[in-house]
């Protein structure tokens, strides 16, 4: 990948991040709290080889939360191709059932198969998107936060333990 303007000097930031958390959309990274050597990547759609261009990854405890429907699944298996190491949160079946009041229907008329890197878990929690002839969709903007924040504060200190 070649990097140029702004992406080069992200890519050469001196970080050593314990944990990145990439979320698919800004506006639910925008409310993530702060924390001690985490790392907090947004908006990234399909340009996802970028995490490959960011050497200071390596080593950190690395999470994709994105949306929950067939386009999240699928960006969250193309972030696995390029960081095999990533690790999902909120993108499972208990988030599904527990909010599925405040699920919508996908208008979305194609979307690409995921690449073969998702989990026996999240290829079951894809199987429930299914409605009828149609899927459903669980923004993450619509989870509250009272639920997503203590699953990333969970997420986040997994691993905290370990030297990074």
Aim: aromatic share 4%; with cysteine.
């Amino acid at each position: 990948m070649r990097i140029v303007g702004r992406d080069r000097e992200i890519a050469a930031l001196p970080l050593r991040p314990r944990h990145v958390l990439v979320v698919e959309n800004k506006e639910s990274a925008l409310p993530v709290p702060d924390r001690p050597r985490a790392v907090v990547i947004h908006s990234l759609g399909n340009f996802l080889s970028a995490l490959d261009a960011l050497s200071w990854i390596s080593g950190a405890c690395v999470w994709y939360w994105g949306d929950l429907d067939r386009a999240g699944l699928t960006l969250l298996s193309r972030a696995r191709t390029v960081r095999p190491e990533i690790k999902s949160v909120l993108m499972d079946r208990r988030t599904l059932q527990r909010h599925h009041d405040l699920t919508v229907e996908d208008p979305t008329s194609r979307v690409d198969t995921p690449d073969p890197t998702l989990t026996a878990a999240e290829l079951e929690t894809l199987a429930q998107l299914v409605d009828g002839d149609g899927y459903l969709r669980l923004e993450q903007e619509r989870l509250p936060w009272e639920y997503v924040l203590p699953h990333l504060s969970g997420a986040l200190d997994d691993g905290d333990d370990r030297d990074h």
